[in-house]
């Protein structure tokens, strides 16, 4: 890149989400400079922030689709930007089944009411004593209202025979059908940077959630010097110029510091 480019920060609200990205804009390419992605004090990329509403504003979808490509652009430039992703996100990027156990961390509340729901004495739920049926209480810009997990939901009553019917229909509504378009898009977004849409689930699918936050977040581990310098290739420099053993004596003694 020649010169100097001019500087833009794009700052982007939605779903809790302060996403923060400094890049050059250099003439017909975009190179990223700089990445932070800043969520909630959690720092997950998450379904469930995702399904908070957000139809009031007509660029959310929009939102979401620029924060993929963020998240490609910081994979592809190997910036790490201190996020995570939550497995139910990630599986459904992914196009992967999620379980219930999967969702233990995203909705704990969830979790357990359907683990009892699983676990109850089949006498009692037969006795319809829950008064449950196939359908599901959503909130939504600050009205209520009932959706059904599947046709005649209202009038299919929960029972010992098709109680895991109901909570799987209930966790892939919660999970897959309520954020479908968010996610969707946030993927487009994604697929927009590989240049190849059948790419991007290929690319979840093919990785491991720990894999793929240790290419976003990074190690918790104490850095190894020893490592880093084995493992370290000079570009116009040798290792044994002044400036390199500088350079190595400052590390250590920051990760000594720290």
């Given at each position: 890149m020649c010169g100097l480019p001019a500087v833009y920060v794009l700052k982007i609200l939605e779903c809790n989400l302060r996403l923060l990205a400094v890049v050059y804009l250099d003439k017909e390419r975009l190179d990223l400079l700089l990445l932070m992605l800043i969520y909630d004090p959690s720092k997950h990329i998450s379904a469930k922030k995702a399904m908070k509403p957000s139809k009031v504003d007509p660029m959310h979808l929009d939102y979401f689709s620029f924060s993929g490509r963020i998240i490609a652009l910081a994979l592809m430039h190997k910036v790490q930007v201190g996020v995570v992703f939550d497995r139910v996100f990630f599986l459904q990027l992914a196009g992967k089944y999620i379980s219930l156990e999967d969702i233990r961390d995203a909705d704990p509340r969830l979790y357990d009411s359907c683990k009892q729901i699983?676990?109850?004495?089949?006498?009692?739920?037969?006795?319809?004593?829950?008064?449950?049926?196939?359908?599901?209480?959503?909130?939504?810009?600050?009205?209520?209202?009932?959706?059904?997990?599947?046709?005649?939901?209202?009038?299919?009553?929960?029972?010992?025979?098709?109680?895991?019917?109901?909570?799987?229909?209930?966790?892939?509504?919660?999970?897959?059908?309520?954020?479908?378009?968010?996610?969707?898009?946030?993927?487009?977004?994604?697929?927009?940077?590989?240049?190849?849409?059948?790419?991007?689930?290929?690319?979840?699918?093919?990785?491991?959630?720990?894999?793929?936050?240790?290419?976003?977040?990074?190690?918790?581990?104490?850095?190894c010097v020893d490592d880093w310098k084995a493992h370290t290739e000079y570009n116009g420099y040798k290792e044994t110029d002044p400036q390199i053993i500088w350079f190595w004596k400052v590390h250590a003694c920051r990760i000594l510091s720290s």
């Open positions: 699983l676990e109850m004495d089949a006498e009692f739920i037969d006795s319809d004593a829950l008064g449950l049926t196939f359908v599901r209480d959503v909130e939504e810009l600050g009205s209520r209202k009932i959706v059904e997990l599947c046709p005649g939901g209202k009038c299919m009553v929960v029972n010992s025979k098709n109680r895991e019917e109901y909570v799987n229909l209930l966790i892939r509504h919660q999970f897959v059908t309520s954020i479908s378009e968010q996610a969707t898009h946030f993927a487009k977004g994604f697929a927009d940077i590989l240049g190849n849409p059948r790419l991007q689930k290929f690319f979840f699918q093919s990785l491991e959630l720990e894999d793929l936050d240790w290419m976003l977040f990074g190690s918790e581990s104490a850095i």
